[in-house]
């Protein structure tokens, strides 16, 4: 069974342009979240999809947004990038919505 | 914020020793889980222990709950270098719908040949 596939892995972007990182979760999985990872900060919560709808939401400003897809792939998009926003962007997903998340290797954002 | 919150923040020990961490949290749980993450890479589920459950083993891994104290600790026995990683707690609230896993800051273990 194919794991939680990120795309890209690494992206370089210019401050005020935006970005849409993909997320495709394992097969059956129905539930994805997206997580923003910085050294000073550690894993911060983003979002998380259900069937489609999101679910929870995390304390990121309104130029953070996502969907999922009815074959449960997601995608986040950020636009206007801040310098700020360098990080590693993680995707999981889980059968449940409590149970164990299978993380992708994430993608690499760096902004210039 | 932070529900979880991993104590030490790092930890330096020589290989076959005995790793300890552990994970405080605030509200009451239906689960809490450890990862393991590579430098830069993604992260590896290792456990989950439910609330009802006090004990979990998993190969050289150890978990430990203590719902009265709102605290776990993970075990690492006989540690390797390939043990060098850092270490996430993650709970999942039992109130109301809230489902998602809220994480701590972690703790760097470095094993050392």
């Known amino acids: 069974k194919a794991g939680v596939t990120q795309t890209p892995r690494y992206l370089i972007k210019t401050r005020g342009q935006q970005v849409t990182l993909s997320c495709s979760p394992i097969?059956?999985?129905?539930?994805v979240s997206w997580y923003q990872q910085t050294p000073g900060q550690g894993l911060q919560f983003l979002f998380e999809?259900?069937?489609?709808?999101?679910?929870n939401k995390g304390n990121f400003p309104g130029r953070f947004s996502g969907r999922q897809f009815s074959n449960s792939r997601s995608e986040m998009n950020v636009s206007t990038l801040e310098l700020g926003d360098s990080a590693l962007y993680l995707c999981?997903?889980?059968?449940?919505?409590?149970?164990?998340?299978?993380f992708g290797q994430g993608t690499r954002l760096t902004v210039v | 914020s932070q529900q979880g919150e991993e104590d030490p923040q790092a930890l330096s020990i020589q290989e076959g020793e005995n790793a300890t961490m552990n994970c405080s949290y605030k509200?009451?749980?239906?689960?809490l889980q450890w990862y393991r993450q590579n430098s830069g890479r993604g992260l590896v589920h290792l456990i989950l222990?439910?609330?009802n459950e006090r004990e979990k083993h998993s190969g050289r891994l150890r978990v430990t709950l203590d719902t009265s104290k709102k605290s776990s600790s993970l075990l690492i026995t006989a540690s390797r270098a390939a043990d060098t990683a850092s270490y996430f707690c993650?709970?999942?609230?039992?109130?109301?719908?809230?489902?998602?896993?809220?994480w701590g800051l972690g703790t760097s273990l470095a094993v050392n040949p």
């Open positions: 993650a709970t999942v609230s039992n109130a109301g719908n809230n489902r998602k896993l809220i």
């Open positions: 509200t009451s749980i239906n689960n």
């Open positions: 999981a997903s889980s059968l449940h919505r409590d149970g164990e998340a299978f």
């Open positions: 999809y259900f069937s489609e709808t999101q679910r």
């Open positions: 222990i439910r609330s």
């Open positions: 097969s059956g999985h129905r539930s």
